[in-house]
């Protein structure tokens, strides 16, 4: 397996790509980490092996600096993905897609006050952000009910409290409205260039770090909840947009997750495995590992494509034999398997770079997108509610 080094020749930073030449990288995001690369202050610029184009900058790296870039994280701080166990006693996928929650519809702290999910909650809701709270927002953010797959590493496992065919919900969303709200603030004034008061910039960032991790617990807790489940605890809660002081150098991260010796869920697909992986890598892979397949395809392709090869009831049931709740067709063409890259080749270039031991696959049984109307009738869905009101009602000492 080839690694891609240069050094621009009108920069001082360096380049590294870690894909095989079996990997589908494009031109446009190598161009990008160039790009970056020739910033004032930039050291190394690291590509995960799902890199693929952004706007602005390559989504898939990390990147070091001794200066702080808030463009380079984007809009999304705080995203990343976590792993809750699960206690159901039937899976039947069509049964739970249809007891799925609204989860575009946020929780409002005062008219939702008796809602359960709150209890995972302690103390303040950072940043006072009560927007959006409990949504899990739209492009490739997702909530899946999914079956632990092969275990390569049940020692491992283990130590997470998992085994083979145990159930989990995974949860891939982010800061909703505050993170676009911090880096608007600094781009409407600096546009791409520099935070001028980084320790400023790197409060607010990490206020939005925690409201992206109280988030995913939330939607864990709201979908426990509708399907008859107690809450957990997260086993792997890893966010993927962010910068973090290391060594004295800014370490920003964009679709790139911490690769340092911790536990990561990388995502598939909605119609393959994901995988969980033991993070190790070293410096010159900005200790980090890739986030997900990355895209092979621009959404207006995926859009134009899909139609032409697919029918939405095809797209609604995944080659793995796994349920899509989501009512917008555009987004299920948009986020179609085919529109990304295969996972086996992202895990296996991370493997042959020696960024990370695979410990587990994830294979989806439902994967909400956002609410599909025709998926439950309303009136199924109000009486479920008014069930589980009672019950609670009757719980309650």
Known sequence: ?????????????????????????????????????ALDGMVHVAGMPDLHPGKGAPIGAAMASTVLYPFLVGSDIGCGIAV?????????????????????????????????????????????????LGT???????????????????????????????????????????GERILRAHTEVHGAGPAPDPAAYLAMHDEAVRWGSLNRRLLAARVADALGAEPTEPVVDQCHNSVEVRDGIYLHRKGAAPGDGR?????????????????????????????????????????????????????????????????????????APTAYKRIEQVIADLVAHDLATPVATTIPLVTYKTLDLGSAPRKDQREHRDHRDHRRRRARP
């Open 1 to 37: 397996m080839s690694q891609h080094h240069s050094r621009p020749p009108d920069a001082t930073a360096t380049v590294t790509v870690f894909a095989s030449p079996a990997s589908w990288i494009e031109s446009d995001a190598v161009a990008q980490c160039h790009q970056v690369a």
């Open 84 to 132: 809750f166990p699960i206690k159901l006693r039937r899976t039947v996928p069509e049964k739970i897609a249809a007891r799925f929650p609204d989860l575009d519809r946020a929780l409002d702290p005062e008219r939702d006050a008796g809602d359960p999910a709150w209890d995972v909650v302690q103390g303040d809701i950072p940043a006072g952000h009560v927007e959006g």
């Open 136 to 178: 899990v927002g739209r492009g490739n953010h997702f909530v899946e009910l999914a079956r632990m797959g092969t275990v390569f590493e049940p020692d491992r496992a283990s130590r997470l409290g998992l085994a083979a065919d145990d159930l989990v919900l995974i949860v891939h969303s982010g800061s909703r409205g505050l």
């Open 263 to 335: 536990d990561v869920l990388i995502a598939g697909t909605r119609g393959t495995p994901s995988y969980l992986v033991a993070g190790h890598a070293g410096p010159e892979a900005g200790h980090s590992v890739a986030h997900g397949a990355g895209r092979k395809m621009s959404r207006a392709d995926a859009l134009r494509r899909g139609r032409a090869k697919h029918t939405v009831e095809e797209l609604r049931r995944t080659p793995v034999g796994s349920l899509v709740v989501c009512g917008d067709r555009q987004l299920l063409f948009e986020e």
